[in-house]
């Protein structure tokens, strides 16, 4: 699960890279749909693993949501990219 989770903050960290510099999204299109692979990978660890799971993935969840929304709302400073 924990893997899962890094692959998608780093697929969230290039999503927000190119779209920042206002690539085309032929660019960077196939990203986004592997995301939302991995978000739901990551919805079938709740549903098909034990209730000790539900802790950890509400986290995982919770970070990838504020990475997204960060980027996508270009509160992250300039200097990071």
């Known amino acids: 699960m924990q893997g899962i989770f890094v692959e998608s903050l ?9 779209t ?3 690539y ?3 660019t960077y ?9 991995n978000v739901l990978i990551l919805n079938s ?5 034990d209730k000790k799971v539900f802790g950890e993935y509400v986290g995982y969840v919770g970070i ?3 990475v997204i929304y ?3 709302n270009r509160i992250v400073p300039l200097w990071f990219f």
């Open 10 to 18: 780093g697929y969230s960290l290039m999503i927000g890279y190119n």
């Open 20 to 22: 920042h510099h206002a």
């Open 24 to 26: 085309p999204f032929s």
């Open 29 to 37: 299109g196939e990203l986004v749909f592997l995301l939302m692979q």
């Open 45 to 49: 660890f709740l549903v098909f693993h």
């Open 64 to 66: 990838l949501a504020a």
């Open 70 to 72: 960060m980027f996508f």
